[in-house]
C-alpha cells in the first residue's frame, strides 16, 4: 500500500509498504480517506525528528520511519473480536492519541496527559496518509450522515482549538483576541462564535490567511481583523469595548510577541490561554499578570472524550470547520504541494487536506 513516511528531518517519502493484517480483539481495520497536515507534522519536516522516536516507543515499541498523518478521517474496513459499535462502510473520525489508561494522569480522566502517551501518525506503526490503518476501537467516533470526510478529517484540530477557547472560560457576550490566523486560530474563532462571543479580534500580519479570517463570520457573527505590524490591537480592542479590554484572549501563533500582545489587550482579571506551541522561550511582562489579576494557562490536545460534542456541533451546521481549508491535494503530491507550500512564507495557504482514497 502506498505510505507517506517520514525518515529524517526534510526527508518524507511516499512509497509502498506492508499493509496491516485483519485486526486482533479490539481494534479495527481502516481506509484513510481525508488527512490534514499539522504544524507538528511541519516541525518533524523541518527540525525534526521531536515527536516521532528514533528508539522503540516505551508504549508501542514504534519508530522512524514513521507513517504521518494524525488528523483524519476513514472508513471501516474490518473488526475485530468484541468490536460491536462499528461495522464496516462506517465514516468515522479518528481521534489519534494512545495512552496507556493506568498512569496518575489516566486514572484520573487527564489520558491527553499520558506519561506513556502514542499518537497515531507520530509515534505508531500507522498513521493517515497510508492506504490503510490499524487503530483501536476506541480512537473511532462514527459521523452522522450529513457530516463529510473532509469535515470528520478537521475535528482533531478542532478539538485542540476548542479545549483553547472552553480553557478560557469564554461565556456568551464576551469579546476574544485570537492571535494567529492558522489553522488552529482560524478553527478557535469559528469555535469561539459558535460558543457565543459578542465577537472575535483576529491578529494576523500574513494578508492571506488574514482576508480568510475575515470570512469566518459570515452568517455567524462578527469578525474583526487586525495586522500587528501597522494595527494598535490594545487600542482598537479598547475601542470596541468601551475602554475595557477583551474578555479573554487564546494565542495560537507561538511567537513571544503574540503571548504579551495577548497579556496586554485582555481585561482586568481576564483570561489568556496559550494553545500554540512555543518551541524556544518567551519573555513576558510577568508584572503585568500580578498588576492586572490575569490568569494564564496552557493547554496541550484536548480530552479524549471531546469528539464527539465537537462532531455533533459540525453536524448541526453552528461549527462550519470546512471554511478554513484553502487546498485538497492528493497523496503523491504531500511533499511539494502541502509540506514544502506549509514551510513557505506567503505560499497563501492556511489548511491543506490530503484526499487518500
Known sequence: MRAAMFFDRGTVKVQEVDAPTSPAPGEVLIKPQMCGVCGTDLHEYTDGPIVVPTEPHP?????????????????????????????????????????????????????????TMACTGLSSAWGGLADLAMVRASQLIKVPVGVSALQAALIEPTAVAAYGVDRSGMAGG???????????GSLATLYALARGARRVVVSEMDPVRRQLAASLGEGLGEVVTLDPSSDDVVDVLRDLTGGVGADVAIECAGKEAALQLCIESVKPAGHVVQTALHVRPASISAEALAVKDLTLSGTWCYPVYDFPRIVALVASGRLPVERVVTSTIPLESVVEGAFDRLITRGAGDVKILIKVA
Open 59 to 115: 508504549l508501542n515499541g514504534s519508530h522512524a520511519p514513521q507513517i504521518l498523518g494524525h488528523e483524519f478521517s476513514a472508513v471501516v474496513v474490518e473488526v475485530g473480536d468484541g468490536v460491536t459499535e462499528l461495522a464496516p462502510g462506517d465514516l468515522c473520525s479518528v481521534m489519534p492519541l494512545i495512552y496507556c489508561g493506568t498512569c496518575y494522569e489516566c486514572q484520573r480522566g487527564m489520558h491527553h496527559l499520558c506519561r
Open 174 to 184: 464576551d469579546t476574544a483576541l485570537v492571535t494567529g490566523a492558522g489553522p488552529i
